[in-house]
């Protein structure tokens, strides 16, 4: 087998005795890539506000449950705390938790901009924060930060500014902490996924024209499902990428081409 051929089949995609925390792996693009992380191999653990929803779909996947809030940062703690705990080790980390805002800007309250910019941009701050100091004593990790295409693109026609900017935040945070862990064996990536039919996108992809646009102004014509994201997740997670940091895969059916 040439060497091309085995780094395809062979276990560089393979995560098994790996320990996995997808935060907001409950629902939507954090739970498939959850999915995904199971079924390369992964001990994984999925973390979440709501409790009925994180311990349903940890039993639906095979995974474990902690509760967390990535806006308050004692409780980012206690659950990488507890998943120490348990598993012993962190090996691999996908922060998805995320929330959106379509709003005008002249039209939005200091709360609903902190509370965008605290979720999206704080919540992958403390989570990052809290998985290095996981993973830096071993010397040993991988972190998967999700971003967006509208930390590049301005989307249209809705009005989300604030949402745009804090994973632009994401983006480029990403890249300045994949510089700050590089020697000390810590890879941080992100995606970038274009519109997906999750929770997230439920209410605009009930008005029936906002959805026509978006399938119009996308080259492969639709948007994308969850599952469609989860593969970038486990490439990133897992050894078939150890000379990636600091980049971001975008997942956008071409949406940015035109
Ligand atoms: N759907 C899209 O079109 C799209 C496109 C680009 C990027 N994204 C990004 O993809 C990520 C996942 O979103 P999704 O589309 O899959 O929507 P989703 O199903 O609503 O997932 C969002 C997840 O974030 C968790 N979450 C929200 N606030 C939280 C908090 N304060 N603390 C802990 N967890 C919190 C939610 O769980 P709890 O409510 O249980 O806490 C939920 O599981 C987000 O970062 C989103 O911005 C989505």
């Known amino acids: 087998m040439s ?12 995560l098994d005795g790996q320990v996995a925390l997808v935060v907001g792996g409950a629902s939507g693009i954090g739970r498939a ?11 994984v653990y999925i973390a979440g506000r709501r409790l009925d929803v994180g311990r349903q779909t940890a039993e639906e996947i095979g995974a474990r449950y902690l509760p967390l809030d990535v806006t308050d940062g004692a409780s980012v703690d206690r659950a990488v705390a507890d998943l120490l705990a348990e598993a012993g080790q962190l090996d691999v980390a996908v922060n998805g938790a995320g929330t959106g805002l379509n709003k005008a ?16 941009f704080g919540g992958v701050f403390r989570c990052c924060r809290a998985e290095a100091r996981a993973m830096l004593p ?28 804090s994973k632009a935040a994401v983006l480029h945070y990403t890249r300045s902490l994949a510089v700050e862990w590089a020697d000390r064996g810590i890879r941080v990536n992100s995606i970038s996924p274009g519109y997906t039919e999750t929770a997230l996108t ?3 992809r009930s008005i029936p024209e906002r959805l026509a646009s978006w399938n119009a102004k996308t080259p492969l014509g639709r948007i994308a499902t969850p599952e469609e994201i989860a593969g970038a997740i486990v490439y990133l997670a897992s050894p078939a990428s150890s000379f990636v940091t600091g980049t971001d895969i975008v997942l956008d059916g071409g949406y940015r081409l035109w």
Not at 33 to 43: N, T
Not at 105 to 120: G, I, L, P, R, S
Not at 138 to 162: E, L, T
Request: hydrophobic letters at 45%; zero cysteines; charged letters at 15%.
């Open 3 to 14: 060497v091309a051929t085995s780094a395809v089949r062979g276990p560089q995609f393979r």
């Open 138 to 165: 071993r010397g040993h990790g991988v972190i998967v930060n999700i971003a967006s295409m509208s930390a590049y693109v301005v989307n249209h026609p809705q009005r989300q500014a604030i949402y745009n900017a």
């Open 105 to 120: 800007t002249e039209e939005t309250a200091d709360e609903e901009f902190a509370m965008v910019v605290d979720t999206n």
């Open 202 to 204: 439920a209410v605009s």
């Open 33 to 43: 890539g959850a999915q995904a992380l199971v079924a390369a191999g992964a001990r």
